[in-house]
Nanobody, 128 residues
Framework: QVQLVESGGGLVQAGGSLRLSCAAS????????????MAWFRQAPGKEREFVAA????????NYADSVKGRFTIFRDNPKDTVNLQMNSLKPEDTAVYYC?????????????????WGRGTQVTVSS
């Protein structure tokens, strides 16, 4: 069964950068992501999962949470079937488990219910 696998998390000091990547594992035929929208969410301890960023297949529409605008960039490498999140100027409040998600449709959404496939997450810890 195909699963989404995140990588690239780790420990970084405030002001630093990390790049997260999401790829499909397991047997795949053609593109696993297809033309569906893809997104990143995050969940900090004791808090609900929250939207971070989303992109359409072409990248023509990209949405960001206000808290990460200007610091994070979501982008896809469609030939490689990956979706990435470049995180710059990281803050301690960015500490969370970050999840990759595949939408049920072609359109982006900030709602977790719009996404039908999820990875297991990768931990990002930003020290002050």
């Amino acid at each position: 069964q195909v699963q989404l696998v995140e990588s690239g998390g780790g420990l970084v000091q405030a002001g630093g950068s990390l790049r997260l990547s999401c790829a499909a594992s397991g047997r795949t035929v053609g593109s696993t992501f297809g033309r569906n929208a893809m997104a990143w969410f995050r969940q900090a301890p004791g808090k609900e999962r929250e939207f971070v960023a989303a992109t359409t297949w072409s990248g023509s529409v990209r949405n960001y949470a206000d808290s990460v605008k200007g610091r994070f960039t979501i982008f896809r490498d469609n030939p490689k079937d990956t979706v990435n999140l470049q995180m710059n100027s990281l803050k301690p409040e960015d500490t969370a488990v970050y999840y990759c998600a595949r939408a049920r449709s072609l359109t982006v959404s900030v709602l977790a219910s719009a996404y039908g496939q999820w990875g297991r997450g990768t931990q990002v810890t930003v020290s002050s």
